[in-house]
């Protein structure tokens, strides 16, 4: 067991004014497994490069121990997967690589097959397996389930939770869960360490927001009553002050040095219930800084003139030889959240790319209402430039709603004059569905719409749809967003 000790740490990237850390310390132990979580665009990513002395900073980080990042570049990845094995750890230990593989489903073969033909998943695990035989390192683990389907991101859970000594950077909550004991968090305006996995951490969250909530609107009413009172206090010494230069109702002089002695003590009072009133407003500065900001929205879908808006019997599709589905049938009605499952190259995208009108050979029944609307979520985002308005602009949809969804998923008003070009993965894929969301469709069709996106971002992704309940097809890894999603799975 060793200690990294990070004290006073300031970061900001060259010729940004945007800081990312100020004057940020926290503890780690380097036997914990230790879940990462935090908005997109709050610095994850650059904490762990930080740990790994790629930047210059303000501030210490101190550790007896060294560190190893998670996807290690490969250069050439037409190499053979054993020379891409030692290219990542030299000193490998054969049987001991066989047996991480084993641990982690993974075949033997791969090991002779060129790294580029084997599929993300098979990547992922023999890059985990290389760092893992690092001894005397930390792993800094950084989105291991993008692409990753339920069934490898089952495995590799598994195998992580046999394992200790790591940051993992992760948007999926049971993943967490399953392989977490603590969890560092990049909040609004802290960092924090907490002992637990993730439910345990956000239920110690929403815990926090509630009590800082009630703590919020006592504060406000406390401040009102002390500014009601301290003003009719005032009021009140200026009219008695007034009175010095009268005369009484029995027409005798008025003591003007009783009277001067009581108005000084009433607007001492009101001095009082004013330094009362600015305390409490400096405590309510403190509260709510950490609670992730959420508006309402009015999202309007359109409705299609019939019951039923797609009906695929027997479905297979082919790309050339290549059948990429057998017999897939399924109907999509109105109302319908429906997710289709199954591992990775079984074909969901090619039937999602049918029903949105790409044309696939395919055999079977496959019918689809005519003049149906439907806004389609790729997995791609290398095509996103340019500004936020001409975006909403050239897609037609309302600005307005468009960038309040952006804003309820944590974008910045600074965001919106950045090109999206410089816009992390996350806030990419945030862009997609915010904008889907806004258009005016009878049915949403959305593939892996989640990779990269943070948790909490998850969460009110699945707020809104519950909320407004449109049609949706979708292909999503995440087995907590289907839980609570789908209102039918099409199994592959």
Not at 431 to 441: K, M, N, P, W, Y
């Amino acid at each position: 067991m060793s200690l990294i000790n990070v004290s006073n740490l300031t970061f900001a990237y060259d010729g940004s004014y945007d800081t990312i850390f100020e004057n940020v310390s926290f503890q780690l132990d380097t036997d914990w497994k230790l879940g990462f979580t935090g908005r997109n665009g709050r610095g994850k990513t650059t904490l762990l490069q930080l740990l790994l002395g790629k930047y210059e900073y303000r501030g210490t980080i101190s550790s007896q121990t060294s560190f190893e990042y998670f996807p290690f570049p490969i250069e050439n990845k037409g190499n053979l997967t054993i020379e891409v094995i030692e290219e990542i750890h030299p000193d490998y230990v054969h049987w001991e690589m066989m047996r991480e593989l084993s641990l982690l489903k993974v075949s033997d073969d791969v090991l002779y097959r060129p790294f580029s033909s084997l599929s993300s998943g098979e990547q992922t695990k023999v890059m985990l397996a290389a760092l893992f035989l690092k001894e005397n390192s930390f792993l800094l683990i950084d989105e291991p389930t993008n692409h990753l389907d339920m069934q490898a991101r089952e495995v590799v859970s598994r195998y992580l939770r046999s394992k200790s000594g790591f940051i993992l950077v992760s948007h999926d909550r049971a993943f967490l869960d399953h392989c977490a004991n603590h969890i560092l968090s990049i909040n609004k305006t802290s960092v924090e360490v907490q002992k637990g996995n993730f439910s345990a951490w956000w239920e110690n969250k929403v815990k926090q927001d509630h009590f800082e909530q009630a703590e919020n609107e006592k504060l406000m009413k406390d401040i009102k009553h002390l500014s009601e009172a301290s003003k009719r206090t005032s009021n009140w010494s200026h009219e008695v002050e007034k009175t010095k230069n009268g005369t009484l109702n029995s027409g005798s002089k008025v003591d003007k040095g009783y009277i001067g002695h009581k108005a000084a003590k009433m607007m001492k009072r009101s001095k009082s219930m004013e330094k009362r009133q600015a305390s409490a407003i400096e405590e309510k500065s403190k509260l709510l800084q950490n609670i992730e900001s959420s508006e309402s929205l009015k999202i309007t879908q359109l409705v299609f003139h019939k019951q039923r808006l797609a009906e695929l019997d027997d479905v297979s599709v082919y790309y050339g030889e290549h059948q990429a589905c057998s017999q897939i049938s399924f109907t999509i009605e109105q109302g319908d959240r429906i997710a289709l499952s199954g591992p990775n190259g079984s074909g969901k995208s090619s039937v999602m790319k049918l029903i949105c009108g790409e044309e696939l050979d395919y055999t079977g029944t496959f019918r689809k209402g005519s003049q149906l609307k439907i806004s389609y979520v790729s997995q791609d985002t290398s095509h996103l430039q340019g500004n936020l308005k001409d975006y909403a602009r050239s897609n037609d949809i309302d600005e307005s709603l468009f960038k309040a969804i952006l804003r309820k998923l944590d974008f910045s008003r600074l965001q919106f004059e950045k090109d999206m070009s410089s816009f992390s993965g996350g806030q990419k894929k945030k862009v997609l569905i915010a904008r889907s969301l806004s258009e005016r469709a009878h049915m949403h069709i959305w593939d892996e719409p989640l990779n990269f996106i943070d948790v909490i971002s998850r969460m009110q992704i699945e707020e809104l749809l519950l909320e407004h309940s449109p049609t949706l097809l979708f292909v999503e890894h995440d087995s907590e967003f289907c839980v609570n999603i789908a209102t039918k799975v099409v199994e592959f």
